[in-house]
């Protein structure tokens, strides 16, 4: 067993090894330009980013001539929001999204509300989900687009995806799914799920970094799009932009594997996270899931430790790399809004931890990982004045911490 | 985040972790910070005569908070209360190294020093006007 040990794979994922070795040939051998028409360097490339399309295609439901390429998701969430909002600026100027989206889309969506645009932000439940009635009591005669995160990021909650789709092409609203983190772990069918848009990211799903695309609807309804990257004329006028042949050969296979691999991948996913959970709550106590527990993804695990911060949790686990809430994590010194938005409470939201299991992770590795959490979490309580108050049966929430003591 | 080789070394050997009594006389204990933000210290010291003679704290914070209070309990085991209260949190913040972004970690640190001393020195003056009564009490009988 190899340290550091990897438990962060909502944040990254590591190349697999069929997907780079497709990727090779791409780089100095079959290096052409994807667009040069006039000779077999470039239709090599063509041929490449072709099959590429045909591998996303399959994964989602979708046609080869639906896929948009991009450089990522966040891309792609730029493209679809501000791309559909000014294509029907006519029809309405209202999109309806959630608190608990990817900043990629709220600050996309602040950006549209500076130019003109007004943006519903639906509240959560408490455990991050979106539900169908909210995004329907949402719905205005002026609502062009409906954008919502299929998987959470921060906490694995899994939105009705199916539900909100429907109510949408019921009342003619574009419905865009940021499917980021649900290809690869849950199924998905821009048909069955009533999708219109759909973006989605190699890097996350065992493919390079940088190359991702946008799915766009060609009938019923035939979505249309203002380019954001203007040149060339690429993707269908879409995006401009020479393609990154082998990024996009890269994406093809990831998203193949992800097909062909899909039930295995995730079996094997939760059957570590449950394990890791059951010991985390049977060796701990003051311990909170945040995500919904049943409606999640089978690969994440979002947990509070009451009364021990993050970051400082981190620090302690040095040999496991993962994630956190807290304000101490961020650049900004601010939590993170979607604990913020669930109402997790600050204090929460501040000692909260994701874990994020592999298809490399092992049970050894998921065992020391718990060790060492455990440990940790034991020490630093040593350590908190505020696991010594409740031991000592204070209630915190009456503690009046403008005093001076 | 790269933490200093100070830091680390608070982190993982923290001088002073504990508590001492706060009903004592010569206790003083201050608690700062709240947990919404992410970080709470609580400081405590036991004075004798005009000398802090022991030093104790518990943090529930990050580890350039943890290793903060760590410190400024090191420091002020042996130093006057008065010479306690000229602790800055920039000498804290030169010592660990600490990045821009977690100097008000540091702040927090001095914050606790100096509440531990200020509930110290009421806690004497509360103590010295209750005998003063008590003297005067038995003056009038």
């Given at each position: 067993m190899k340290l550091p040990i990897y438990l962060d794979h909502q944040a990254t994922t590591p190349v697999d090894p069929r997907v780079l070795e497709a990727m090779l040939p791409y780089f100095s051998e079959k290096f052409g330009n994807a667009a040069s028409r006039s000779h077999s360097f470039g239709w090599a490339g063509e041929e490449a980013v072709e099959k590429a399309r045909r591998q996303v295609g399959a994964l989602i439901g979708a046609s080869p001539k639906e896929i948009v390429l991009t450089s990522g998701s966040t891309e792609a969430i730029n493209l679809a929001l501000k791309g559909a909002a000014e294509m029907y600026a006519s029809k309405g100027r209202h999109i309806v999204t959630s608190q608990v989206e990817h900043k990629a889309v709220l600050d996309t969506c602040k950006h549209l509300e500076k130019l003109g645009w007004e943006v519903t932000y639906l509240k959560p439940s408490r455990t991050g989900l979106v539900s169908a009635e909210s995004v329907a009591a949402a719905l205005?005669?002026?609502?062009?687009l409906v954008a919502l995160i299929w998987?959470?990021?921060?906490?694995?909650t899994l939105n009705p995806v199916r539900a909100i789709g429907e109510l949408c092409h019921a009342k003619g609203v574009l419905f865009f799914a940021d499917a980021t983190q649900a290809v690869g772990k849950v199924p998905v069918d821009v048909e069955a799920d009533h999708v219109d848009l759909l973006c989605l990211s190699a890097h996350k799903i065992y493919g390079p970094k940088g190359v991702g695309c946008l799915y766009v609807r060609?009938?019923?309804?035939?979505v249309r799009l203002v380019a954001q990257m203007d040149g060339g004329g690429h993707e269908r006028g879409m995006r401009s932009g020479t393609l990154n042949v082998p990024g996009v050969v890269g994406l093809g296979k990831a998203c193949e594997l992800c097909r062909t691999d899909l039930e295995q991948d995730a079996a094997h996913a939760r059957a570590l996270r449950d394990h890791f959970e059951r010991r985390i709550f049977a060796e701990l106590d003051h311990v909170h899931l945040n995500g919904d527990p049943q409606q999640r993804l089978p690969n994440c695990s979002n947990v509070s430790f009451n009364y021990v911060e993050g970051e400082s949790l981190i620090m302690g686990i040095k040999d496991v790399a993962v994630s956190s809430g807290?304000?101490?994590?961020?650049a900004s010194l601010e939590p993170s809004h979607v604990l913020r938005a669930c109402e997790v409470g600050d204090e929460l939201a501040h000692s909260s931890i994701r874990f994020g299991f592999g298809r490399s992770t092992t049970q050894e590795e998921v065992d020391y990982a718990a060790d060492d959490v455990i440990a940790s979490v034991k020490r630093l309580r040593e350590l908190s004045p505020l696991y010594e108050m409740v031991q000592e049966g204070i209630d915190l929430s009456t503690v009046d911490w403008s005093a001076d003591h | 985040m790269a933490y200093s080789d100070k830091v680390l070394d608070h982190y993982n050997n923290p001088r002073n972790v504990g508590s001492l009594d706060k009903g004592r006389q010569n206790v003083g204990t201050g608690v700062v910070g709240a947990p919404e933000c992410g970080d709470v210290m609580k400081l405590q010291i036991e004075v004798e005569g005009d000398r802090i003679v022991d030093a104790k704290f518990k943090t529930f914070g990050c580890g350039s908070a943890i290793a903060s209070s760590s410190l400024a309990t090191e420091w002020i085991k042996g130093r006057t209360v008065d010479e306690a209260l000229e602790i800055s949190n920039t000498e804290i913040v030169q010592e660990l190294s600490l990045p821009p972004v977690k100097i008000h970690c540091s702040v927090l640190a001095e914050d606790a020093i100096k509440s531990a001393i200020s509930d110290y020195k009421s806690k004497q003056a509360a103590g010295a006007a209750q005998e003063r009564r008590q003297g005067q009490e038995q003056g009038a009988r």
């Open positions: 205005r005669d002026d609502t062009v998987a959470n990021n921060e906490i694995g060609r009938r019923n309804p035939r807290s304000a101490c994590t961020s | -």
